[in-house]
C-alpha cells in the first residue's frame, strides 16, 4: 500500500455538497451524506462558509487490475460489492474499514493509514 | 489395485482410482471404527477417523488419493488434540454470491440446478460426495460449504435441498458389530468388486438382533420369528428417512426441498426396548424412560436431557428412534428437533476461516518505534510503545532534560458550523464562551447522568473553529455522541474526526523550549494556549500544555509527516541529551501530576464531584448541558467514595490492591507508582466513606498508604507553566 497523496477531506452539507461543481479530473468519493473524500487538487467552490476543507494524509491506497480485485474481494470481502462502473463503495474487507473505487479496468483500494499494514498482511497471507 | 496408497495406523493400504478412504479400507479388510453398520452415505459416524491429522472426519466421502495418514480413533475415547507446534495453515475462504444454491448433486439436483439456469438465475451446485460439504445454512441465507481449496461463504436468493435420504441404521442388540451394511453400502462395494462373503439380508421386520465373535464380527442374524442365519456379513434394510436437516436451518420460504429428500416417507423404525439408541453420545433406551418419566416428554427436551442428537452424526442414526420412542410412549408422532449449523464436525481454523480479530490501530510512527526497539502494547484500542527499554532512563530525560513521545493516538476533531458554540455549550459543562481565540481549555464530556466518560481539550482558532481532542480510543465514540446530539438538537454544525490523519508529538522537558526553537518554533504559544507554526519545516497545530507536570508541546501535523518531524526531533534533540519516552513513563510521569486516566481511575459511575472534578464543572453558565441535572441533584448528596491521592513510603504492590482500615474495606488502588522524583510510592484509587468518615490512613497489601492530595509533583504546576 502506498500514502494516498493530494487528498482533500471535505464536511458540508449535503445541498452544498450536490451544488458543488468538482472539476471533472477530481475523484470525488462520497463518503456520507455530508462528506467527500476529493483526490486531486484542482480548486473548485463549494457555497459553505462554514464547510471544513483540509488536506487528510490519513489514506493507503492502492490499484488493482480486475482480475486481481476479483481475487482480493472473493476471498476477503463478505459482502457483494455493486457491479456497476465505475462505482463505489465501502465496508470491511479483510476485516478492516476499506473503500473501494471500481472503474472498468481497475480497482482503487483504499484503507486507513493506521491498518495499512495490518491490510497488506492479512491480503498477502 | 493402482499402486497408491496412504498409510493407516502404521500399515499401507492401497487404493483404487476414485477409492473413497473408507472403500479402501474395506478392501483391506479394516473396519475404521471398529464395528457398526456402515451406509457410505456420510449419516453415520461409524467411519470417522484422523485423517492428515484431522479428527472426525468421515472417510466414506473423504476421496483416497488426498490423503496421507489415516489413523483410528482411540476405542471407547475422544481422538487427542494436535500438537501446538503442529497447527495447520488456517483455511482460506471465498466469497461468492448467486441466486440459486443446489445441495446435492444427484439426479434430482442436477435436475433443478438445470431448470434454475434455465430460466437465467446464477446456480451453485454443491455435492458431498465431490468434496463439497454444505456445514450449515444461515441467515441470509448464506450457505457455509468445505471444499478442498477452501471454506466458500455463499449469499444466495434461494436454496434447493435435494440430499436425498438416509438409510435406517439398526438399533438392536449386535448392531455394534463388524460386517453390518446398509443396502447403499452393500452396491458400493458390490460395484467395488469387495466380496462380503455369505450374506444374510434382512428388512425392519425381520430384524432381531445380530450375534459376533469375539473379535466382534458378526456371525450370525436372529430374525425376529427366533430363526437364525449363519453369515459373515449382513445388509440391512430397514427403510429410509429425508436427509432434510439442512433444509431445517433455512428459513421460512427460503429452501425447496426436492427428490428423495421431499418423496420420501419417513420410516418410523420399531422401538427397541433396550440396548444404544445413540451411538455417538452412548444414550440407552433406559436413560431416555428415566428421563421421559422425569418430564423430558418432547424431542427438544429429549435431546437436551440425553444428548442424543447432539454427536457427530448429528442425530443421523438416533432421530428415527427418538421418534418412535416418543411416539411409542405418548402415542403420538413428534416433529423433528430443530436443526442449527453445524452439521458436520469442523477445524477451529475452518470454522474462523474469514474471520479477524479487530485490529490495533498503528501511529505513522510505528515502524519508528519498532526500529528503536520498543516493546509495543496494544492500549486503547493502537499500538503504542510501553518503553524504549528504560523506563527509568525515559522517565529522567522528561523530567531532567527533553524527550519526545508519540501522542497522535489523541482523538483529533474539527468542529465548526453557524450553531458550534451553541453545541459546544450543550455538550461540555464548561463555558465556552469565555475560551478566547488561541487558548484552550482542559474539559470533561459527561453522560446524561453526569457520570464522566471522557475527557480532553476545547480549543477554539482564530476562525471560529473548534479543535476537540478526547482520549486515545475515545475519539470514535466521542464523534457518535457529539453527531447524534447536535442532529437532535437540531444544530447547524461540521464535523471532522481527524484521529487517523493527524500525527501529535509531545515534546516536553525543562529544555523543550530550547529544541523547539532550534527547529523553528522562535514564538511558542502560552500556557494552555496554541499556535499555527513551522517546526523543522513541517506545519504544526503547537498545544502547549501540560500532562507530563513539564513544559510541553503538542506538535499536531498531517499524519505523512511524521517521521520526518521525529527525526529532525532526534537530531536537533541529541544536543540536549534527548530520549523518547514510552507509556509506562508516560503514565508515571502523569500520576506524580495526579492526572486521570478516564476508563482507568474512573468508574463507570464516576461523577465530577467523585473524582474531585468539580471544578471543571461550570454551574453558573446559563446553558443547560448534558449531565447538568444529574450534577445539580447529586452535588446535594454527600459523597460516599471519592478518587484521591494515596502516597507510601514503600511501594505499592499492584494497580487494583484493595484497601483497608482495620476490616473495613476502604476502596482500592487504580493507578501506581513509585515516583523517582518524590522519593515514595504514589497512587490514584478510591476511597469509601466509612462510618465515621473518610479514613486518613489506610492498608494496602501491608503498606500503610496516606490520604492525600493527588497532585504529588510540583503541586503549583509552575515547572509546566515556566
Known sequence: ???????????????????????????????????????????????????????????????FDSADADSLLT?????????ERPSFAQGMVAGLPVKLWQTEERTLVIVPHVFATEFAERVDR | MSGESFEYDGRSVEFEAGDSVLLALQRSGIHPTGGGTLCFGGDCANC????????????????????????????????????????????????????????????????????AEAAEERVLVFDANDGAEVLGVYPGPMVVVRTPAAMVHVECERIVVATGAAEIQPVVRGSELAGLYTRNAADVLSRAGIDLGAAAAVTADELGHFEGDDEGRVTAVVRADGSRLQCNSVIVDLGRTPRDALARMAGPGEATVVGQAASVVPTIPNCPSSGVICPCSNVTVGQLDDLYERGFTHMELLKRGSLAGTGTC???????????????????????????????QVTLGELAAGSHLPAATRTALDAVHRRLGAQMERIGGWWRPWTYGDTDAEYRAVRERVSIGDVSTLGKVIITGSDVEEALQRLYPTDVATIKPGRSRYVLLLDERGFVFDDGLIAREHDGTFFLTFTSGGASMAEMW?????????????????????????????????????????????????????????????????????????????????????????????????????????????????????????????????????????????????????????????????????????????????AWRGDDYAGYLTSVAWSPALGKAVALGWLERLVDDFPDTVIVEGVEARVVPPHFYDPEGTRARA
Open chain 2, 48 to 115: 470417522v477417523c484422523t485423517v492428515d491429522g484431522v479428527s472426525y472426519v468421515r472417510s466414506c466421502q473423504t476421496e483416497a488419493a488426498t490423503v496421507t495418514t489415516v489413523c483410528p480413533h482411540p476405542a471407547g475415547g475422544a481422538p487427542s488434540l494436535p500438537p501446538l507446534d503442529d497447527r495447520p495453515e488456517a483455511p482460506a475462504v471465498e466469497y461468492m454470491t448467486t441466486s440459486v444454491v443446489v445441495i446435492g448433486g444427484g439426479m434430482s439436483g442436477t435436475s433443478a440446478g438445470a431448470a
Open chain 2, 482 to 658: 457529539i453527531r447524534d446530539w447536535t442532529a437532535s438538537w437540531g444544530n447547524d454544525i461540521r464535523i471532522l474526526n481527524r484521529t487517523w490523519s493527524m500525527g501529535a508529538i509531545n515534546v516536553t522537558g525543562p529544555l523543550a523550549r530550547e529544541l523547539l526553537a532550534d527547529l523553528g518554533l522562535i514564538d511558542p504559544p502560552s500556557f494552555m494556549g496554541h499556535t499555527v507554526a513551522t517546526v523543522a519545516g513541517v506545519e504544526c497545530k503547537v498545544f502547549r500544555l501540560g500532562f507530563t507536570g513539564e513544559l510541553s508541546f503538542e506538535l499536531h501535523h498531517d499524519a505523512d509527516r511524521s517521521e520526518e518531524l521525529w527525526d529532525a526531533l532526534t537530531e536537533a534533540g541529541a544536543a540536549y541529551d534527548l530520549a523518547p519516552h514510552g507509556i509506562d513513563a508516560l503514565f508515571r510521569l502523569r500520576l506524580e501530576k495526579g492526572h486521570i486516566l478516564v476508563g482507568q481511575d474512573t468508574d463507570y459511575d464516576s461523577t465530577p464531584h467523585r473524582i474531585q472534578h468539580g471544578w471543571a464543572v461550570n454551574l453558573n453558565k446559563p446553558h443547560d448541558f448534558i449531565g447538568r441535572h444529574a450534577v445539580e441533584r447529586t452535588a446535594k448528596i454527600p459523597v460516599n467514595r471519592k478518587l484521591v491521592g494515596f502516597e507510601a513510603d514503600k511501594p505499592f504492590a499492584f494497580e487494583g490492591a484493595t
Open chain 1, 75 to 83: 476471498t476477503h470481502c463478505p459482502w457483494e460489492p455493486p457491479s
Open chain 2, 314 to 344: 448429528q442425530g443421523g442414526v438416533c432421530a428415527p428412534y427418538l421418534k418412535s420412542f416418543l411416539a411409542d410412549r405418548g402415542g403420538k408422532l413428534q416433529p423433528a428437533f430443530t436443526a442449527r449449523p453445524l452439521a458436520r
Open chain 1, 1 to 63: 500500500m502506498e500514502q494516498l497523496d493530494d487528498v482533500l477531506r471535505v464536511v458540508s452539507t449535503p445541498e452544498a455538497l450536490a451544488a458543488t461543481d468538482f472539476p471533472d479530473d477530481l475523484l470525488v468519493l462520497p463518503l456520507a451524506p455530508d462528506e467527500r473524500m476529493v483526490v486531486g487538487m484542482t480548486p473548485f467552490v463549494l457555497p459553505d462558509p462554514h464547510a471544513i476543507v483540509v488536506r487528510d494524509a490519513g489514506w493507503s491506497a492502492r490499484w
